[in-house]
């Protein structure tokens, strides 16, 4: 019988026959006769019936998405990447109207609304890290990085790119990715730079070695991956423009109610991830990242995402909100465009613009300053367990590398038990970063109250005895 898969409407034998003729092809393998026969699977795929009734497909989803132990029933301290913060009820209220929820393109007019919002979030974030000059989000924080290293590229005529030996690996992949491969034409070398053990901070001395007139620009973040404060970023800044390059510097926007802006030390181009701007942690999709510069043109000239722009119209006093630059993007462009961007983050933005709302400066200084005080107590707190110890126990924002040598313990056995404490442990850095030893990157913020802390403490004395 000629019917559908249950999931594939289009799935007949009809349907495929009539689109095969209609692109010309006699056969589906056809469409893929550019692939080489050692590329392609011959063994036949043991997959599951279909489940065809939706009661089923429910039962059977339910049952697995509840295998899931997630952060809302344990006490996570994981960071690296993901945050969990407190994302107020309004950021969901707003995003979720169907006003943005449905609005991706439409007419100028029906556009304006969803510009507006767009516009405040790129003003507010704007004046958050002290640049004039913020498009609209790209997926991660990684993305940020990969497009402002070709950004800078693009304007020095270089080819290298300095970043810390200590970055996040996954965010390195990102940004490898959009390096390209030696054999591409355009393609960026990475390199890193070394750190100093006493401080976990960039080491100045391996820097300066490796400056010269082929870097395009030196990647380096304030807070850094391992949470380490940079005190010597204007330093870094300094010399990096010496040598004719560009500074992107990576940041994490909770810290800058307590932390100066990257503007303030040097950096010609902000980088950094608006996940902790209201929106909650997900396993899925982009968590959005930013990028922002100076309001010049010769910046605003190599950027590879939409940017809104306030303009007055034809009737005075009134003002309007547009979509600018737009050919230079691969929207206009194509493949002609700065970069290949896409959209499935401009929602975020919509989150991100009413949570920065809401907080306001006053409560990014309360936010900053809440995170500080409650990372510092658990740093302290963790520090006396027998057999713990922190490496780099003061100067860091939110994260802070815990080390377990002394317990005796590997890091993934400690974290195997603490969760049989309802407890999410820190981040295993054993083999991304073997010089570490046994240590892990915990994270505390807001939502975490001294009662999870001493919770957290109490556990770990009990699982490194």
């Given at each position: 019988m000629?019917?559908?898969h249950?999931y594939?409407?289009?799935?007949?034998?009809?349907?495929?026959?009539h689109?095969?003729?209609?692109?010309g092809?006699?056969?589906?393998d056809?469409?893929?006769e550019?692939?080489?026969?050692?590329?392609v699977?011959?063994r036949?795929?043991?997959?599951?019936?279909?489940?065809?009734?939706?009661?089923?497909?429910?039962r059977?989803?339910?049952?697995?998405?509840g295998?899931?132990e997630?952060?809302?029933?344990?006490?996570?301290?994981?960071?690296?990447?993901?945050?969990q913060h407190h994302?107020p009820?309004?950021?969901?209220?707003?995003?979720?109207?169907?006003?943005f929820?449905?609005?991706?393109w439409?007419?100028?007019?029906?556009d304006?609304?969803?510009?507006?919002?767009w516009?405040?979030?790129?003003?507010?974030?704007?004046?958050?890290?002290?640049?004039?000059?913020?498009g609209?989000?790209?997926?991660?924080?990684?993305?940020?990085?990969?497009?402002?290293?070709?950004m800078?590229?693009?304007?020095?005529?270089?080819?290298?790119?300095?970043?810390?030996?200590?970055?996040?690996?996954?965010?390195?992949?990102?940004?490898?990715?959009?390096a390209?491969?030696?054999e591409?034409e355009?393609?960026?070398?990475i390199a890193?730079?070394?750190?100093?053990p006493?401080t976990?901070?960039?080491?100045?001395a391996?820097?300066?070695?490796?400056?010269?007139?082929?870097?395009?620009?030196v990647?380096?973040e304030?807070?850094?991956y391992?949470g380490?404060?940079?005190?010597?970023a204007?330093?870094?800044?300094?010399?990096?423009?010496?040598?004719?390059?560009?500074t992107?510097?990576?940041?994490d926007?909770?810290?800058?109610?307590?932390?100066?802006p990257?503007?303030?030390?040097?950096?010609?181009?902000?980088?950094?991830?608006?996940?902790?701007?209201g929106?909650?942690?997900?396993?899925?999709?982009?968590?959005?990242?930013?990028?922002?510069?100076r309001?010049?043109?010769?910046?605003?000239?190599?950027?590879?995402?939409?940017?809104?722009?306030?303009t007055?119209?034809?009737?005075?006093?009134e003002?309007?909100?547009?979509?600018a630059?737009?050919?230079q993007?691969?929207?206009?462009?194509?493949?002609?465009?700065?970069?290949?961007?896409?959209n499935?983050?401009?929602?975020?933005?919509?989150?991100?613009?009413?949570?920065?709302?809401?907080?306001?400066?006053?409560?990014?200084?309360?936010?900053?300053?809440?995170i500080l005080?409650?990372?510092h107590?658990?740093?302290?707190?963790?520090?006396?367990?027998?057999g713990?110890?922190l490496?780099?126990p003061t100067?860091?924002?939110?994260?802070?590398?815990?080390?377990?040598?002394?317990?005796?313990?590997?890091?993934?056995?400690?974290n195997?038990?603490?969760?049989?404490?309802?407890?999410?442990?820190?981040r295993?850095?054993?083999?991304?970063?073997?010089d570490?030893?046994?240590?892990?990157l915990?994270?505390?913020t807001?939502?975490h109250?001294?009662?999870?802390?001493?919770?957290?403490t109490?556990?770990?004395?009990?699982?490194?005895r």
């Amino acid at each position: 019988m000629n019917r559908a898969h249950p999931y594939m409407a289009n799935s007949t034998e009809e349907t495929k026959k009539h689109m095969l003729n209609a692109i010309g092809a006699a056969t589906v393998d056809e469409l893929f006769e550019q692939i080489p026969d050692e590329h392609v699977t011959t063994r036949r795929f043991e997959l599951p019936e279909p489940l065809v009734s939706e009661v089923e497909l429910k039962r059977h989803m339910t049952g697995v998405l509840g295998k899931n132990e997630h952060c809302e029933d344990n006490l996570s301290f994981l960071g690296g990447g993901t945050w969990q913060h407190h994302v107020p009820a309004i950021c969901d209220e707003i995003w979720t109207r169907s006003e943005f929820l449905t609005s991706v393109w439409g007419t100028g007019s029906s556009d304006l609304g969803r510009n507006q919002a767009w516009f405040e979030f790129a003003s507010q974030l704007g004046e958050l890290v002290g640049m004039e000059f913020v498009g609209l989000p790209v997926y991660s924080w990684g993305a940020a990085v990969g497009h402002s290293m070709r950004m800078a590229t693009r304007m020095t005529g270089r080819g290298r790119v300095l970043v810390p030996a200590l970055m996040d690996p996954q965010r390195l992949d990102v940004a490898r990715t959009y390096a390209g491969f030696p054999e591409q034409e355009g393609h960026i070398e990475i390199a890193h730079v070394g750190y100093d053990p006493a401080t976990g901070r960039l080491d100045l001395a391996d820097l300066d070695s490796r400056l010269d007139d082929g870097v395009a620009a030196v990647y380096f973040e304030n807070p850094a991956y391992l949470g380490v404060i940079e005190d010597r970023a204007a330093e870094i800044a300094r010399m990096a423009r010496a040598a004719g390059a560009e500074t992107i510097v990576g940041v994490d926007p909770t810290s800058l109610g307590v932390i100066v802006p990257p503007s303030d030390y040097g950096a010609d181009i902000a980088v950094g991830t608006t996940q902790p701007l209201g929106i909650h942690m997900n396993g899925g999709g982009g968590v959005g990242g930013f990028i922002a510069t100076r309001d010049e043109e010769r910046y605003a000239r190599e950027y590879p995402t939409l940017q809104v722009s306030l303009t007055d119209t034809t009737h005075e006093g009134e003002r309007a909100f547009g979509l600018a630059l737009f050919q230079q993007s691969s929207y206009g462009s194509r493949e002609d465009g700065k970069d290949w961007t896409g959209n499935s983050v401009y929602l975020w933005a919509i989150a991100n613009a009413a949570y920065m709302s809401v907080l306001g400066p006053a409560g990014f200084e309360e936010l900053g300053g809440a995170i500080l005080r409650r990372s510092h107590y658990a740093a302290r707190r963790l520090a006396a367990v027998p057999g713990v110890s922190l490496p780099w126990p003061t100067g860091f924002f939110k994260e802070f590398v815990v080390g377990f040598d002394g317990t005796g313990i590997p890091v993934a056995e400690i974290n195997r038990r603490l969760r049989d404490h309802g407890i999410f442990g820190g981040r295993d850095l054993s083999s991304d970063f073997p010089d570490l030893g046994q240590s892990a990157l915990y994270c505390v913020t807001e939502v975490h109250s001294r009662a999870d802390i001493d919770r957290l403490t109490a556990a770990l004395e009990e699982v490194t005895r």
